[in-house]
Antibody, heavy 118, light 103 residues
Framework: EVQLVESGGVVVQPGGSLRLSCAAS????????MHWVRQAPGKGLEWVSL????????YYADSVKGRFTISRDNSKNSLYLQMNSLRAEDTALYYC???????????WGQGTLVTVSS | DIQMTQSPSTLSASVGDRVTITCRAS??????LAWYQQKPGKAPKLLIY???SLESGVPSRFSGSGSGTEFTLTISSLQPDDFATYYC?????FGQGTKVEIK
């Protein structure tokens, strides 16, 4: 059974930093690109970042470029999101998601809540 | 960047109704479109990928069609479990969502 379990979400002050983790199981982790997607309270889905299967290619939404860094450790079946210079508008539920080729995400975690507030 | 526009934003329907949600791309995306269902407090669930392929385990009352710039998600006979918010997605861009409410 495929499982994605996010962790690391907390309340953090504006300007602070945080690292989210996503533990994957039930599939060959290093065969797949992985994504982070977020959802602000009461709002829609927003793609955040993508990392290729081997970590060699990374992409970011303009809203987080230069502040967030995606990474993975295939030996630990884990995905990460380092979040720096956090802003109030980064407050959201952050999901990790497994890519289904070039069309969609077939598995999502349950999400981890990041709240940026003083 | 490609923009995805979903319509309507809210839809009121009754059990048994046929429901159609539309997603338009600002430029051609071939068939690279996915549809998701999201219920409150839950992660999105993949329904359709590559515009018309039904994800395993998804009821056959859900179907997707279209290519190029215009796509539709159809629920042939709305069931009580289908009241939720639906999103289309192309690559890294999501539509704004369509909430299907009880009429």
């Amino acid at each position: 059974e495929v499982q994605l379990v996010e962790s690391g979400g907390v309340v953090v002050q504006p300007g602070g930093s945080l690292r989210l983790s996503c533990a994957a199981s039930g599939f060959t982790f290093d065969d797949y690109a992985m994504h982070w997607v977020r959802q602000a309270p009461g709002k829609g889905l927003e793609w955040v970042s993508l990392i290729s299967w081997d970590g060699g290619s990374t992409y970011y939404a303009d809203s987080v470029k230069g502040r967030f860094t995606i990474s993975r450790d295939n030996s630990k079946n884990s995905l990460y999101l380092q979040m720096n210079s956090l802003r109030a508008e980064d407050t959201a539920l952050y999901y990790c998601a497994k890519a289904l080729g070039s069309s969609g995400y077939d598995y999502w975690g349950q999400g981890t809540l990041v709240t940026v507030s003083s | 960047d490609i923009q995805m526009t979903q319509s309507p934003s809210t839809l009121s329907a009754s059990v048994g109704d046929r429901v159609t949600i539309t997603c338009r791309a600002s430029q051609s995306i071939s068939s690279w479109l996915a549809w998701y269902q999201q219920k409150p407090g839950k992660a999105p669930k993949l329904l359709i990928y590559k515009a018309s392929s039904l994800e395993s385990g998804v009821p056959s009352r859900f179907s997707g069609s279209g290519s190029g710039t215009e796509f539709t998600l159809t629920i042939s006979s709305l069931q009580p479990d289908d009241f939720a918010t639906y999103y289309c997605q192309q690559s890294w861009t999501f539509g704004q969502g369509t909430k299907v409410e009880i009429k």
